[in-house]
């Protein structure tokens, strides 16, 4: 990220369950970037589903976006982009942005090389979280689960599936992803540590027994086991409140 002489954009996508940690740590590279985080202008934040909701008009999208990212980068050139929700974004409208994430000195005079585009997505999600049941089922713990061996699994997979935004995708094919991040799914003791944290957001006093009452409400999976919670820390706000 520090590297002032790449020769391609940044380009990492994040793969995990909802309320995993996707999101916020978008947030948090956002800010690292620039103390004003989302609401910089120089940082674009793009919810597919709102921006691109119909599907017949993946034409006019196409060139509403690439307008867009040029006009944003010819103002900065450390333009940073965060996608959410990429599963839903139409495979044409994700797959024609290779030529702004790939190997190119400049496109039409203007350099995209220290731009960084943030991909967050479900797509996987079981994948990681089946995965990490069977690290669990052969007496391991959750961190000697090893990224590469995660990210192996992931890729294979987002190529192979056909209901993936990536399904047989020049995007993983020419490498132009740079780094795939599977978000582990969170367990008992994350979950906690989320509760604690709205409470000090809230700026409300820390109270154990309370923490412990809201873990017990949430979901968690395998059936009958309380390892693993299905919405992560999705709506902890909520029900602290």
């Known amino acids: 990220m520090q590297n002032e002489d790449r020769v391609k954009p940044l380009v990492l996508s994040f793969h995990g369950l909802t309320g995993s940690g996707k999101s ?5 590279l956002a800010k690292h970037f620039n103390p004003m985080g989302l609401d910089s202008k120089f940082v674009h934040k793009i ?4 921006s ?3 599907e017949s008009e993946v034409k006019t999208y ?31 409208l994700l797959h024609s942005l290779r030529p702004y994430l790939d ?3 400049k496109i039409d005079g203007v350099s995209y090389r220290k731009c960084i585009f943030i991909f967050t997505s479900d797509t996987g999600a079981n994948v990681i979280s089946d995965y990490a049941l069977e690290v669990r089922s052969q007496g391991k713990r959750r ?4 990224l590469f061996d995660v990210q192996r699994i992931l890729t294979s997979h987002l190529l192979k ?15 132009v992803i740079d780094i795939f991040v599977p978000f582990l799914p969170l367990d008992l003791k994350h979950v906690k540590m989320c509760v604690r944290a709205e409470l000090e957001r809230q700026e ?6 309370f923490v412990s009452r809201v873990v017990e409400e949430m979901d968690y999976y395998p059936k009958g086991e309380k390892v693993y919670c299905k919405n992560g820390c999705k709506n902890v706000h909520v029900r602290v409140d």
Not at 143 to 146: A, F, L, Q, T
Not at 161 to 175: G, P, T, V
Not at 204 to 209: C, G, H, M
């Open 52 to 54: 691109f909701p119909h």
């Open 62 to 92: 196409k060139d509403q976006l690439h307008a867009w990212i040029r006009g944003n980068v010819s103002r900065c050139e450390r333009s940073l982009f965060i996608f959410e929700d990429v599963n839903k974004m139409h495979p044409e």
């Open 47 to 50: 919810v597919t589903t709102l």
């Open 204 to 209: 409300r006093t820390e109270d154990e027994e």
């Open 143 to 146: 961190k000697e689960i090893k």
């Open 24 to 28: 916020y740590t978008a947030r948090i």
């Open 161 to 175: 599936a056909r209901n993936s935004e990536f399904y047989d995708c020049d995007l993983i094919k020419n490498k």
């Open 103 to 105: 190997y190119h000195d």
